[in-house]
């Protein structure tokens, strides 16, 4: 499934980070297990390969994991043929609740799946419908998710920076930000990230910071890259260290992104984003979270009932195959953490920035979505 190469990630002719190719059915991904240090994009032929590179984290990032899950869809799409357009939906169903099984936290993946069931079960149903017509219609769909997510983060980019500049009242502001949440997150361009390259686009980020984000080290392998490849003044600390550059640096604002907003605005994100939110309340630093509506779960009412991955401890005891922990030593790996929403400044999202009613401790994201549901466009 490996195609080794040494193309490099970046598309020189755009200058952007291409961490999903999706070409004409054709789809691979870059291996974010071996970045920064090899730059290799991996073939995914079908919805397995797509899952296995969704559960090993060889893509990873809300957004992207909905992209490539469905992205592994259509690829199997363009090659299969279907005796009818029943036959059709139903292997578009069977694929997505396998494709749901891959990794549980990020909602993303879930509204996407969900919506192409929807749509290629009410395609199946029509009056003489065709096989080709179900596939046609799902693959539009699928086809355009990726020009959408970037529309979104270049959304999301401008409310927040505006956002950051407007509470700060700072000409130049520098940012802590934590995990990846970037192009290699996303399809591109990034939400948090999108954010401080917004920034610095318009000539006002003073400075990135950005955490290790132990164990698995999104911040200082992928986001570190992607701030050194854009040529953005940043500076790499780690997890442990947040809490004293909020003391000393003069930090402006904190930005994260989100793998789930619940109704009330809880936020699941990359574990240690709750002890940075408290480290910011401490110190009167604001808190921002930056996703895009597809991160928002309408279902949940609050943060305690989000389901928390846990992820083998081989990512705790081990780096790059390496062992580092003592060996025998129990680990406990919970991959996301939720920041209540009481810490939490405002929600950025393509549509607006999201604030809590006066005097209230929490988001009423119902309202929020219910308000702008005509900007909606997938
Ligand atoms: C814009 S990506 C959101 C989110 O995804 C990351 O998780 P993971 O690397 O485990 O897929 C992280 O929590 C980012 O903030």
């Avoid at 929807?118 to 199946?124: G, Q, V, Y």
């Avoid at 046609?136 to 529309?151: N, P, Q, R, S, V």
């Avoid at 999104?218 to 953005?232: D, F, N």
């Avoid at 997890?239 to 402006?252: A, F, G, N, R, Y």
Wanted: hydrophobic letters at 45%; a neutral charge.
């Amino acid at each position: 499934m490996t195609s080794p190469s040494t193309a490099p990630s970046i598309n020189m002719a755009e200058n952007k980070l291409e961490a999903i190719r999706y070409r004409d059915g054709q789809l691979s991904i870059i291996n974010q297990l071996k970045l920064p240090l090899v730059t290799e994009y991996d073939a995914i032929s079908s919805v397995q390969d797509g899952w296995d590179a969704i559960r090993e984290m060889r893509v990873r990032g809300a957004p992207a994991i909905a992209i490539v899950a469905a992205l592994s869809l259509a690829v199997e799409l363009h090659k299969r043929t279907f005796a009818s357009a029943g036959d059709a939906a139903a292997f578009i169903k069977t694929s997505l609740d396998h494709l749901r099984t891959s990794r549980p936290t990020a909602v993303n993946l879930f509204e996407a799946a969900n919506k192409l069931e929807a749509l290629s079960a009410k395609l199946a149903a029509q009056e003489g419908a065709t096989a080709q017509q179900v596939v046609a219609g799902t693959l539009a769909k699928i086809e355009g998710m990726m020009a959408a997510d970037i529309a979104d983060n270049r959304a999301i980019g401008k409310h927040g920076a505006e956002a950051i500049l407007a509470k700060t009242g700072k000409d130049k502001v520098r940012i802590l930000t934590h995990c990846n949440t970037g192009s290699l997150a996303t399809a591109q361009y990034g939400t948090a990230l999108g954010v401080i390259r917004c920034l610095h686009e318009l000539g006002s980020l003073d400075h990135a910071f950005c955490t290790e984000t132990r164990p698995y080290n999104q911040g200082a392998r992928l986001t570190a890259y992607e701030l050194v490849t854009e040529k953005i003044p940043s500076t790499l600390v780690a997890d442990s260290m947040v809490s004293v550059l909020m003391k000393e640096k003069d930090i402006s604002a904190v930005v994260v992104g989100a793998d789930r907003v619940v109704a009330n605005g809880d936020t699941a994100n990359k574990i240690g984003t709750y002890q940075i939110a408290i480290a910011a309340k401490h110190h009167g630093v604001p808190f921002y979270v930056a996703a895009p509506i597809t991160s928002v779960d309408l279902d949940l009412p609050d943060g305690s009932h989000i389901v928390i991955e846990e992820r083998k401890g081989d990512e705790l005891t081990h780096i790059f195959g390496k062992r580092l922990a003592a060996p025998g030593i129990n680990t406990w790996n919970p991959a996301f953490d939720v920041t209540p929403a009481s810490l939490i400044t405002g929600i950025v999202t393509e549509r607006g920035v999201v604030k809590k009613p006066d005097g209230a401790p929490e988001f009423d994201m119902h309202a929020f979505v219910q308000e702008t549901r005509d900007q909606k466009r997938i």
